[in-house]
């Protein structure tokens, strides 16, 4: 019901962005920056007043997916390699993420080479999961599944707060697209496809690992993990896990395009004497 119900509300918020876009490109509205119209210009023109909390919100809403992003790759690395530190990872991830920050379109042959080989790795990693649980540990009776867990609306509702978040990044893609008129089509599309098979993947796997969903037993209690986790260590698993973590790291930068140019907006740094100077540093930092 959760799933419905964020689903339709994220999928309602999403068609009134580009349309939201398109009514500012009529009234002939041009961005405060000089660039293509972005996220905050949309806001600041519904909610003058209170523009600036809202990027701020959405802005640390992005930072902490980006921070998740890694926790999780950390994790699947850890498992991999148990010998490397936390720090290890932290130089890893930054030296790498830092050439891709400096990316200022989302079409970008880089970034359309990043999301082919996301939909790999997530198909793997799905796959992989529901092999291992369907195939090797099998169905589970239905009196061992909960049919709710309140333990689970802290995360839940991480998950929807990303999700929101990820409404920033409506603009650029729509702006980027070469046929804008279709941008209602392709969303109403894409979250069809997304909700069904969430909601597909999640009954499946829950009735195939039930409690140790994500999680293992440790001390008494459940500890908290990644779904990866459930698919064991074999070098098949381990390729997967290495796959969705060069996945996450590859969207890091697209995820960090809308915030960063939220946040270089709010400090005013197309307007200093060298923009391109200023934005290139202001996204190193924030890597």
Same mark, same amino acid.
């Given at each position: 019901?959760?799933v419905?119900?964020?689903?339709?509300?994220?999928t309602?918020?999403?068609?009134?962005?580009?349309?939201?876009?398109?009514?500012l490109?009529?009234?002939?509205?041009?961005?405060?920056?000089?660039?293509?119209?972005?996220?905050?210009?949309?806001?600041?023109?519904?909610?003058? %007043?209170?523009?600036?909390?809202i990027? =701020?919100?959405?802005? $640390? *809403?992005?930072?902490?997916?980006i921070?998740? &992003? #890694?926790e999780?790759?950390?994790?699947n690395?850890?498992?991999?390699?148990?010998?490397?530190?936390?720090?290890?990872?932290?130089?890893?991830?930054?030296?790498?993420?830092?050439?891709?920050?400096?990316?200022?379109?989302?079409?970008?042959?880089?970034?359309?080479?990043?999301m082919?080989?996301?939909?790999?790795?997530?198909?793997?990693?799905?796959?992989?999961?529901?092999?291992?649980?369907?195939?090797?540990?099998g169905?589970?009776?239905?009196s061992?599944?909960?049919v709710?867990?309140?333990?689970?609306?802290?995360?839940?509702?991480?998950?929807?707060?990303?999700?929101?978040s990820?409404?920033?990044?409506?603009?650029?893609?729509?702006?980027?697209m070469?046929? %804008?008129?279709?941008?209602?089509?392709? =969303?109403?599309?894409? $979250? *069809?496809?997304?909700?069904?098979?969430?909601l &597909? #993947?999640?009954?499946?796997?829950?009735?195939?690992?039930g409690?140790?969903?994500?999680?293992?037993?440790?001390?008494?209690?459940?500890?908290?993990?990644?779904?990866?986790?459930?698919?064991?260590?074999?070098?098949?698993?381990?390729?997967?896990?290495?796959?969705?973590?060069?996945?996450?790291?590859?969207?890091?930068?697209?995820?960090?395009?809308?915030?960063?140019?939220?946040?270089?907006?709010?400090?005013?740094?197309?307007?200093?004497?060298?923009?391109?100077?200023?934005?290139?540093?202001?996204?190193?930092?924030?890597v």
């Amino acid at each position: 019901g959760l799933v419905l119900l964020m689903a339709g509300l994220s999928t309602y918020t999403m068609l009134l962005v580009p349309l939201c876009v398109q009514e500012l490109r009529m009234r002939g509205v041009a961005s405060k920056h000089g660039g293509p119209l972005e996220f905050q210009d949309m806001t600041g023109a519904a909610f003058p %007043r209170i523009n600036g909390p809202i990027t =701020v919100a959405c802005v $640390f *809403a992005s930072l902490g997916a980006i921070i998740g &992003f #890694f926790e999780f790759a950390a994790d699947n690395l850890r498992a991999v390699s148990p010998h490397l530190e936390r720090w290890h990872m932290v130089l890893a991830v930054a030296l790498f993420e830092a050439p891709l920050s400096l990316l200022r379109s989302t079409s970008h042959p880089i970034f359309r080479l990043s999301m082919a080989f996301g939909n790999v790795a997530v198909a793997l990693a799905a796959g992989s999961v529901l092999i291992f649980g369907l195939w090797v540990d099998g169905l589970l009776p239905v009196s061992q599944l909960k049919v709710a867990d309140a333990g689970g609306l802290g995360l839940s509702f991480g998950v929807c707060l990303f999700m929101f978040s990820a409404h920033m990044e409506i603009v650029s893609v729509e702006q980027d697209m070469e046929e %804008r008129g279709r941008v209602t089509e392709v =969303v109403l599309g894409t $979250f *069809a496809v997304i909700t069904v098979s969430h909601l &597909f #993947f999640g009954l499946l796997v829950y009735a195939s690992f039930g409690e140790a969903t994500g999680r293992r037993w440790q001390g008494g209690e459940w500890v908290e993990e990644t779904i990866l986790q459930n698919i064991g260590h074999s070098p098949i698993s381990l390729a997967v896990k290495i796959a969705m973590s060069a996945n996450l790291c590859f969207m890091m930068p697209m995820t960090l395009l809308p915030a960063s140019k939220a946040i270089e907006n709010s400090l005013g740094v197309s307007r200093l004497a060298w923009p391109r100077l200023a934005s290139s540093v202001t996204r190193l930092s924030l890597v």
